[in-house]
């Protein structure tokens, strides 16, 4: 099951009218595909970025345990 963190922050530039919203998407990148396709498609804006953060479990494995994912609405 997807641990579905909404942590929303709201971010607007100086001098520009556009503002955009930063969630942060935990997730299982093996089984957690279909989670991740609705989520996006859900979203009132235009994905922006999609950042991964990147753990290290072992020297010699690497996993994604959350996204973040920028948002630009209105």
Known sequence: MVK???ETREV???GKGMKYRVHRFDIKMTRDQS???QFLNNLEGEVMAIVPNVAVVLPWVHQVDFL????RVG
């Open 4 to 6: 579905e963190s909404r």
């Open 12 to 14: 607007v530039p100086r």
């Open 35 to 37: 989670k991740l396709e």
């Open 68 to 71: 973040l994912i920028v948002e």
